[in-house]
């Protein structure tokens, strides 16, 4: 598959910013804050370019490519099976909460996926998802 991609550079610029940022994170989470993000970026986006590639029948537009909503919805899947796993495991939250946030976090990073090309999404994922992740939690 020939596609210009920065995403190595990308991810690595992102696990770093997601270290830096991750002080102001609320105690609620803890080391989920840093953890929950990179493990969607790095499990969702497979299972997304696997199914994708290997499924993906109704393709639409993505910037000068195309995308799948096959992937898009092994992005959500698998997204929500990883953040219930990880909030679950690392959080004190309740289930009401961590079943809420799953769902937020998997709709969410399903739509920054669909957007991103040309590998941008291993930089907006995880930021998007920290931010989006400190903001649910400190509203509760």
């Known amino acids: 598959m020939d596609r210009a991609s920065h995403g190595e550079i990308y991810f690595a ?3 770093a910013l997601l270290f830096a940022l991750r002080g102001g994170a ?3 989470l803890g080391v989920a804050s840093y953890v929950l993000p990179l493990a969607i970026l790095t499990i969702s986006d497979a299972a997304a370019a696997l199914v994708g590639c290997r499924f993906g029948r109704l393709r639409f537009a993505a910037g000068d490519g195309s995308k799948s ?3 898009v919805l092994a992005f959500a899947v698998s997204a929500w099976l990883v953040s219930f796993a990880t ?3 690392l959080t004190d939250l309740d289930p009401a909460q961590i079943g ?3 769902v937020a976090l998997a709709a969410v990073g399903a739509a920054v996926e669909a957007m991103s090309t040309r590998g941008a ?3 907006l994922l ?3 998802l920290s931010l989006g992740l400190a903001r649910r939690v400190a509203l509760w």
């Open 100 to 102: 809420a946030l799953s």
């Open 13 to 15: 610029f992102a696990v």
């Open 87 to 89: 909030l679950t495991l």
């Open 126 to 128: 995880p930021l998007v």
């Open 69 to 71: 909503w096959e992937g």
């Open 26 to 28: 609320p105690e609620a």
């Open 121 to 123: 999404d291993n930089l």
